[in-house]
Every structure is written in C-alpha cells, then in structure tokens.
C-alpha cells in the first residue's frame, strides 16, 4: 500500500500501482491519522548484499536512455557505495504519467538502494527507460549494476484498518471530483487508487465537457448534449441529465475557486488548457494532415489534486479495492487485499469510481459481446472491479452496453493519442471495412468511425488503402512493412504492384475491391466525392502503380454502461432500490447518459456531474 499525505501528483511518493492491480515492491510504515489499528504481521529479511560490495567513484555522471516518447537524460550522484541522488535533467514522458514513472522510480531506487523496483503499472516504457539510464550510470561509476538489480528489498506485511465518514475507490476524475465535494461538504475522506499513479483513463483527455455557465443555458446545452447522441438503441433518461447538467454552473465556480484556470470550449462547453509538459508532448506527435490538440486533462486532475491536498483528503495509491463491506444491506466500508497486507476503510458511505471494464475480457463477454477481442487504449486499471463488487451486492446493471469510440493505430502496443479527434494517417488515403466497402470519408474523425468497422468475433479494424505518393507520408511504413514480412501476429502492412495482388494480400473480396478504388478514383478526378463530401484537396487517385494496405486497429476509449445509479448517484438493484450507503459515479454508471455511441465530451461530464452529486449526497449520508 501507497500512503500519501501530501496528495498533489507533483509529490508521489515510492511506487507501486490506478482501482486494482500490480503492486510496489515496499511501503512506508509511519502511522498516520485516520488509522484505527496497525499490526506487523510479517516483515522479510532486510536487503542481503555480499559482504564485499563493489564501490564506486563518488561523482556525478550523466546517461540517457530512449523513453516513451524521447530520449530521457539523467545525472546520477554517487558516493563510493550509494545513491545519494537523481535528477531527471529533460525527458518528453507523457504529462502526469510517464514523467511521474521517472519520479517515482528514482526515489525507489535511492530509497532502496537498488534496481530491483517494480515498475509503475501503466508506465512500463517510461520505467524500463529510468532503470536502463541508472544502470547506465552506476556502470560508468564503476558499480557492479548485476549485483543492483539482484539485491532484495525489504517489505513489510501489515493488516490495517481505517475509518472514515466516505470512502471513493477510484482516482479518475470522477472519484477526485467526488472526493474533493464531499470534502467541502465536511466530510473526512479518503481516496483510494489501485495503481500507483492517479488519473485513470481521464489524465489522456482534452480536459472539456459539455457544460452550461448559467442556469440559463442549462436547457440549451442539455439539447446540445442529446443532439451529439443518436439515439436509436438507447435513450437517455432526460430528467436525470436534467439534475446532472443542473450542477453545471455551480461545478465551473467550484473549479475556478479550486484554482482551476477554464474557459469556454468551441460552442459547447468549458475546458481548459495543456500544461507546458503536456504541450511539450503535443511538439513531438505526429499526423499526417491534421493539427495536433494539446490536451488539458493532465493540468485539470493535477489542480484538482492539489486542491484536495488542501483539503486533506487522505489518498492511498496501490490500494487495490477487493470486496465491499456490508452489514444489514447497508454499506459499511471497503476491503484492499494488497500486497503488503489488508487494508478495511470503515466508512459511512462508498463511492464507485473505478472507470470502464475495458480491459476485463470476461466482463467485456458478459455485457458487451465482442468488446472482448478489441484493443483499447483505456487505464491499465480498468477492469471493472467496482462493477464485481457492485453486483456482488445485487447492483443491477444496464441493458445497454457499448464500447466508446477509439483511434485507428497500426499497433495497437505503440501507444495511440487517446484524447487527439483526428488519425494519424494521410487523408488522402482510402480507408475500407473487410468488405471492401467505403463506408465514411477518412477525414471524419474518431469519434465519428468507430460504428463502421465493427467485427465480430475479431478486433475491430479497418484497411489504409494508398499509392506511393500517399504512401510517403505515412509514418513508420517501412517499420509495418518489415514486421509484416518477419511474420507479426498483428501487424500487417503490404506493398504490391497490383490492386489485385493487394486485394489477396488484404484477405478480402477481390472483385468488390476494385470496384471501390474504381469508384474512389473516378471521384478524385472529377474533384468531387459525391459519397462523403471529403474535401477536394484529399482527392488523390490511387493509381501510380505501386500500391500499399495497412491494417489500423480501433482502439477503443473504454466501455460504458456499468451499474444502474438513480439521480442521487446510489446504486440501484434490479428490483430498482438503492443499496443504502453505496454510490457510484463516472463510466462506471454512463449507460443513461450516453446514447448510441460516444461523440466525444460526454464522459468528462458524467465524470464530473455525477463525481459532484455522489460526493454531495455521499457525505450528507455520512451525516445521518
């Protein structure tokens, strides 16, 4: 378990795990308040090194190592047979996760005193480069760095309990907001995240939802809000939006006095800028013909935290939630089977905020047949355990569940721009189903593709159709096309010399492939695309006479639907009763606000009207 008093994201200490998996290899003893009871029950053999340890030429000595998203530059201090110091000198790590790997590997490490640290949970590439770049320093002071990567750490077992008047399970958005209203409404909170960095899915966002600044626009932004949903298969329960979309005004206040600097967001709602990292990160993404949108999201949880640190709101990281307590049909609390023992947070009331199941297969099989076999580009953490514990009381869930909209990624292990509205791929390019179909126009964004490559029982995708000249602006071809040939078991990219062969190559109908690129071409050279209105300047006939395909991959937001909650945030049965003392608020429980498909701006909002109203009515629960 990660406890941290100081809850801003800039001061994280050690590592570890965002709701329920991986663990850190230590944890720090010091009791703090709002324990009832602490009891060692185990504690491992301290570090045993060799009696003889290599020492090493007291300086400082500088390395580098290639990261996420650039090359990460380090300068380690050294005294003969410690670390006393590292300081991260430049790095491009991803805003409020892959920089704070760097952070809490490195204090792991002098902490430890050495390179056995678990890596952080959702950061493996920005841990691995940390590690190799310290190693690459120890070496150069003469260390022996296979002796640092074998030598023990020292963890402790402890049971401890805990009681608060509301407990949030969960450190997205949605348990952040819920954690710093019911902190306003005098509750003493704690807030608890099974990984080792908070922010879930919501850190990767533009940091906007649709919102109204007076109650006035209330109405007019709630039609803005349905109108961006279809809604064929499944209705939004507009009374509920109603008392959601109430709070707006009065939620934008709250975050301008928490230090949250917003502003309108286009015609639609309020959002707020990138922080200089996470503009820093925009500078190194590449499109193709689309500009790169620097995302707010980091700077809006970092405030956000910051704000809770004031407030002292009690965050536990690598707290993995496992079981709710109950006694009476009432909610008592919630139980973390750590690996450094079990930690119960007595509570007056519980707040769900765990995010999508996304990354559960079996829930995806269950609630959402197909989603199973789909990449995502969600939290490493979302996997639903806040539904588990739900259903575990009897929480019903909705009839409608649906993967949200994704972004199409050659690989789908290279981290895609989760938050970015536009593909990476030329626009000029053709972009067809497995039928050989057209279905969109390439340039209509991700939100807007997803229901038109949808497969069964197969992840969703679609085919990158190009010539050469197209094909020279498509970034890392020469990397797919190699892996392709080398016999990957996902990435597939060809180059032929003939439609034809490329149709074989492809897997799909040869004849109703050719009759589309006919058709396609036909439309670029008259300068008009009568089928989807692309823009004439994509107009580019696919006939030069080298011809390339690549799979892209729809990697998916998440899952939303989740557990039925009323208008009060409780959660519901299937006889339509609140389980007394039991809350639930973001994604986990989106399945009457969002409509057929997820345009985009509409999560944020449910994360924070909801996080707000079940954190009010969760703390003035905990008052009766």
Known sequence: MRRIMTASLAVMMLMGSVTGCGGSSEVPMATTHGSDAAESLTKEIPNETS????TMTSGTYNASAQGMDGEIQIAVTVTDDKIENIEIIDDNETAGVGDKALQLISEAVIKNQSLAVDSVSGATVSSGAIKLAIANALEQAGADVAEWKQRTIEKDIIDEDYTYDVVVVGAGFSGIQAAAKASSEGANVALIEKLDIVGGTSIFSSGAFVAAFTEEEVPEKMQIWVDRNTQYDNKIDLEKL????????????????????????????WGVDASEKALKNASAIELADAEVHPKGGEYLLATLMNYI????????????A??????????????????????????????????TYARNKELCRE???????????????????GIIMARELGADVYSYQHKMSGIFAPDPYDMPVVGQPWNSYPYDCLLINSKAERPVSETV????QMEYFIEKEAPDYGWVVMDQGTADRFLNLDKYLEATKNGSAYLEAYQEDSLEKLAEDMGVDVNAFLDTVSHYNEMCKAGEDKDFRKDARFLDPIDDGTYYAVKEYDMTRGEYGGIVTNDKAQVMTAENKPIEGLYAAGLISSGDLIGDFYPGMEALG????????????AAEHAKK
């Open 606 to 617: 449910v994360d924070a009207y909801m996080g707000y109203i079940a954190g009010r009515e």
């Open 51 to 54: 009696s003889a340890v290599q």
């Open 367 to 385: 609630l959402d047949p197909g989603a199973e076999y789909n990449f995502t580009a969600a939290c490493v953490g979302d996997t639903g355990d």
């Open 322 to 355: 496992t079981r709710l307590l109950s006694e009476n049909g009432n909610v008592t609390g919630v139980e973390c089977d750590t690996d450094h023992g079990v930690k119960k947070f007595h509570a007056k009331a519980v707040v769900l905020a765990t995010g």
């Open 242 to 269: 109603k008392t959601a979309m109430g709070n707006s005004p009065e939620i934008i206040s709250d975050f301008t006095g928490m230090g949250v600097n917003g502003k309108p967001f286009m015609e639609t709602g």
């Open 309 to 320: 640190e004031k407030n002292n709101v009690d965050v536990f990281t690598d707290t993995p």
């Open 445 to 448: 964004g991700t939100h807007f």
